[in-house]
């Protein structure tokens, strides 16, 4: 997935750089398809796994930024001869992008395919047409793309913003929450639980911890919708404390009116003003479906939907 606008931003604030990206990964390999890096003279963003593979491929970079603008295709195997001992390959794409390229294929580019961006980095073969006919399809059902490498040209999905969902407990509630977003574009979800074989019913696109949840939410970036439904009332207590010491989008707890007066006078004693705790919702979902759990995950959904925009789940069109 590329970033075109910290891609532009790059360029205007520290003139041509070097972008280089996983177009392809076979085997064990340090990072997978569509990792990417920016280069410049003298500094990195990103990286596309360390050792002597990104060490090698940043000096070929710099080379490049020195020699003008190009493009670059090397496919290279992992192992003794390069001192990883993954042992798998990658295929690299390093492209020189300035003011002048960026405006010509980004800026005044008029694309056949809405959010995917394809350009010939190899060869001069036309865009072939099965190629074509595929990402009309994923463009038709809202499907997001995989990077690729097919016939020399380089596809990428353009970035866009997905939605973190933590849910805290695979619970009744938690279990159908995590099934009604699993396969919904734009959201990507987490759930937490100590109870190992309710993580396993899950569906499989969701990420799943055993770690306790306080410690998976603390890892979570402060754009992300927390839902809170542990079995464990005190513990649902303590995870709303320390939400609340910590940015999100939105924190959802689930419980009766009752539950949540009791809660208010515990977090206003723990020191939370009450603006604060306004920031939590709870009951969640819309009681006007009622308190079966797939009811409650549909008006939780419909309630994260009216905030944040729906994307797609990746798929490769090769």
């Known amino acids: 997935m590329i970033d075109l606008s910290a891609l532009g931003d790059a360029i205007e604030a520290q003139g041509p750089v070097a972008r280089i990206v996983i177009a392809g990964h076979k085997g064990s390999t340090p ?6 890096m920016l280069v410049f003279a003298d500094r990195c963003v990103g990286t596309i796994g360390g050792g002597r593979l990104e060490f090698d491929a940043v000096s070929r970079a710099r080379q490049m930024l020195a020699d003008g603008p190009g493009i670059a295709v090397l496919r290279q195997p992992l192992g003794p001869a390069l001192g990883q001992c993954c042992g798998g390959s990658v295929t690299l794409v390093t492209e020189i992008w300035d ?7 980004i800026d005044a580019a008029d694309w056949e395919f809405a959010g995917i961006f394809a350009r010939r980095v190899e060869g001069d073969a036309a865009f072939p047409d099965r190629l074509r006919r595929r990402l009309a399809s994923a463009v038709n059902r809202s499907a997001e793309v995989a990077t690729q490498l097919a016939d020399g040209w380089l596809i990428e999905q353009v970035w866009r913003e997905v939605q973190p969902v933590f849910i805290y407990g695979a619970g009744h509630v938690g279990a159908a929450l995590a099934a009604v977003l699993a396969p919904m574009p734009g959201f990507k979800v987490h759930v937490a639980d100590v109870r190992q074989d309710l993580l396993d019913a899950l569906p499989d696109s969701v990420l799943r911890s055993a770690d306790v949840s306080h410690q998976v939410m603390a890892s979570a970036p402060a754009g992300a919708a927390h839902f809170i439904m542990t079995p464990d009332h005190d513990y649902d207590l303590e995870l709303c404390h320390r939400v609340l010491q910590q940015r999100f989008a939105y924190a959802g707890l689930i419980g ?4 949540w007066a009791r809660f208010r006078k515990r977090l206003a004693a723990l020191g939370h003003a009450p603006a604060e705790i306004d920031m939590i919702e709870c009951p969640i979902g819309d009681p006007a479906l009622g308190k079966h759990p797939q009811a409650i995950a549909v008006g939780v959904v419909a309630r994260l939907l009216q905030g944040f925009g729906a994307q797609a789940a990746q798929e490769d069109v090769a």
Request: glycine content about 6%; charged content about 35%.
């Open 256 to 259: 009766s009116a009752t539950k």
């Open 99 to 105: 003011a002048a390229r960026y405006r010509d294929q």
């Open 31 to 36: 990072r997978e398809t569509g990792t990417s």
